[in-house]
């Protein structure tokens, strides 16, 4: 009984860490999919992300305030995503430069304004806990924590998280209602596989696109916010470390989906949880593995997937395609 209850104990602790890893890239994977569902190839999730962490850092350091941080790094995210909009929609700009530029100039600049501000290196001073989105324990969690089962994984899993996870959760379902049960989300479906159609029924398809544009800045916000000031208590250069692409990843393998790009992430938030676990740990029949190998098993699936080994996934027929208004 009592090695069922520690392997319980663990997958439950595993649950939990995975839903954490997992919550930015859900966010991340949400917004990449209103700007791809539209037409628009949106490779700068990366960078978008990376500033919304450093904005929110930055923002919540000095006033003292998360939540002041979180719409600081909205606002940049979505600033960036007008930007890659400006180059790509207005201008017919190559949209894969676009976000890789968006990127790159994102990574130089969020260390050259740590530096210049803060004099630490290119990252932000440790934020105070009223900086920061603190866990929030739910209704009687720590009560029922003794309770077989059910206890430890209401108190572990279900409560226990800072509202953002709650957000990224909550953003799924929000996503499947706007795509699939709105007249925007008709209409966004519509002008990633046929913006002629959509221009010929007299709706703007740079107008769409660009409100497209805008929900995902917010939610990229959403998610280096949760990284610098949920997740982590600052913002050290590179925090996102790829998580932007895994996202994308993670899009393409859900085939553009709300629901199966929810469980990609949750996949890849898996790989990385047992990663951190196995660190140090010894493998019957293997030894402890070397702990880049783990480190490296999430990026690995990244490759795998985009390689399109498992299915294949058919994306939306306008993606990257600039539209030009017939006359």
Not at 129 to 148: I, K, N, Q
Not at 227 to 254: C, E, H, N, P, W
């Amino acid at each position: 009984m009592t090695d069922l209850a520690d392997l319980w104990l663990l997958s439950i602790l595993t649950l939990d860490a995975t839903i954490r890893v997992a919550a930015p890239l859900i966010l991340c994977a949400m917004a990449g999919l209103f700007s791809e569902r539209s037409g628009v190839v949106d490779i700068g999730l990366e960078g978008k992300m990376l500033a919304g962490a450093f904005a929110a850092a930055a923002t919540a350091y000095v006033t003292g305030n998360a939540w002041l941080g979180l719409l600081a790094a909205m606002a940049v995210s979505t600033a960036l995503a007008m930007l890659h909009g400006f180059a790509c929609i207005t201008h017919r700009g190559d949209q894969v430069v676009s976000g890789v530029a968006i990127n790159v100039l994102v990574a130089g600049l969020t260390i050259v304004l740590g530096i210049a501000w803060f004099s630490q290196g290119g990252q932000t001073p440790p934020l105070a806990s009223d900086g920061r989105f603190r866990a929030l324990v739910w209704p009687f969690a720590t009560a029922v924590r003794e309770v077989p089962v059910i206890g430890q994984l209401y108190a572990e899993v279900i409560s226990g998280h800072n509202i953002l996870v709650y957000v990224a959760l909550l953003s799924v379902p929000f996503n499947w209602w706007v795509v699939y049960r709105t007249r925007f989300g008709l209409r966004l479906r519509a002008v990633g596989e046929s913006p002629s159609a959509v221009d010929t029924a007299g709706i703007s398809v740079t107008f769409l696109r660009y409100r497209a544009l805008l929900f995902t800045g917010a939610l990229c916000g959403i998610a280096g916010a949760y990284l610098s000031t949920a997740q982590s208590a600052a913002f050290v250069r590179d925090m996102t470390a790829g998580k932007g692409y895994i996202a994308l990843a993670a899009l393409i393998f859900g085939k553009w989906r709300p629901v199966p790009a929810l469980m990609a992430c949750l996949l890849f938030g898996f790989l990385d949880a047992v990663a951190t676990r196995l660190q140090g740990v010894e493998i019957p029949g293997i030894g402890r593995a070397p702990v880049a190998l783990i480190q490296a098993l999430p990026y690995a699936l990244t490759v795998i997937l985009l390689a399109g080994f498992i299915g294949k996934a058919i994306a939306p027929r306008a993606i990257g395609v600039p539209y030009v208004k017939e006359r």
